[in-house]
């Protein structure tokens, strides 16, 4: 067992840094320091890839009525926000101009085929404002920045220096460039602009935890701490909190 925060920046060869996470079911801010989770100055939302899939189907069949796009299995909904949908770098600026939706059709295997306009980048919008889903929430890029502002000051600098970027939910095009966008507007809005937060954003995020897994299980250092079936069936859970604390 280990920390998701943590793999994620073993991915990328660090072991301190902020890890960034936006998967399938949660989005998590969480401060390493040399390997350790700072869970006190860990933030999380509950908006997601599953469910910008939900919001994505809302939209559609808000858009057309049709009997066949409320139909439409999750997987197809799925593949639908990955190959068209976008993040804005001016979300209002977007929606209010119809010259800035660049419509686009995806055909879904049966001889139809769906048309998105708007929907393209209002769709991954709920994470950087929850407020669209009715939720009080505050949004990845601020809940990163508390994150950054509960450390401790000696430490900030360096965390800030590796912000990595971890989950399906972060391959949007357009994720990087906004989380770094608002979460720098964050730092000079709240007096903090000497905090320049480098983002990491490698091409396969999306398994940068399993790639992270797969680096740190191979270490020499770990092998001492797998737990054996044995070892499970001889004492019980309790050697699970014992290995692993």
């Known amino acids: 067992m280990a920390s ?5 920046l073993c991915s990328v060869g660090a072991f301190s840094g902020l890890a960034v996470e936006a ?3 949660v989005c998590h801010a969480t401060p390493i320091y040399a390997g350790h989770s700072w869970h006190k100055a860990t933030f999380r939302l509950d908006v997601a890839g599953s469910t910008l899939s939900r919001y994505l ?3 559609l069949v808000a858009a057309c009525p049709d009997q066949q796009l409320q139909a439409l299995p999750r997987k197809v909904i799925t593949q639908l926000k990955k190959c068209c949908c976008y993040v804005s770098l001016d979300f209002e600026g977007d929606l209010q101009n119809p010259a800035r939706h660049h419509p686009a059709s995806f055909c879904l295997g049966n001889g139809c085929s769906v048309c998105l306009s ?3 980048f209002r769709c991954p919008e709920p994470i950087f404002q929850p407020s669209l889903l009715g939720q009080a929430e505050s949004g990845l890029p ?3 920045f508390q994150a950054l502002q509960r450390v401790p000051a000696t430490l900030r600098t360096r965390l800030a220096n590796t912000v990595v970027l971890a989950g399906g939910s ?7 460039e906004r989380l770094e966008m608002e979460l720098g507007a964050q730092c000079r809005r709240h007096g903090y602009g000497a905090l320049r937060p480098r983002l990491v954003a490698k091409p396969g995020r999306g398994t940068a935890v399993w790639t992270g897994g797969s680096m740190v299980a191979s ?4 092998q001492g701490r797998w737990m054996t079936r044995a ?6 859970s309790r050697l699970v909190h014992e290995v692993f604390n």
Do not use: I, K, N
């Not at 270490?219 to 770990?222: D, L, Q, T, V």
């Not at 070892?231 to 019980?236: A, I, L, N």
């Open 231 to 236: 070892m499970y069936q001889e004492c019980g």
């Open 219 to 222: 270490f020499r250092s770990f």
């Open 4 to 8: 998701t925060a943590l793999l994620a």
């Open 142 to 144: 601020t809940l990163a």
């Open 23 to 25: 998967g399938a079911g």
């Open 118 to 120: 708007s929907e393209r």
């Open 170 to 176: 972060t391959l949007f095009p357009g994720f990087t």
């Open 57 to 59: 189907r809302e939209l």
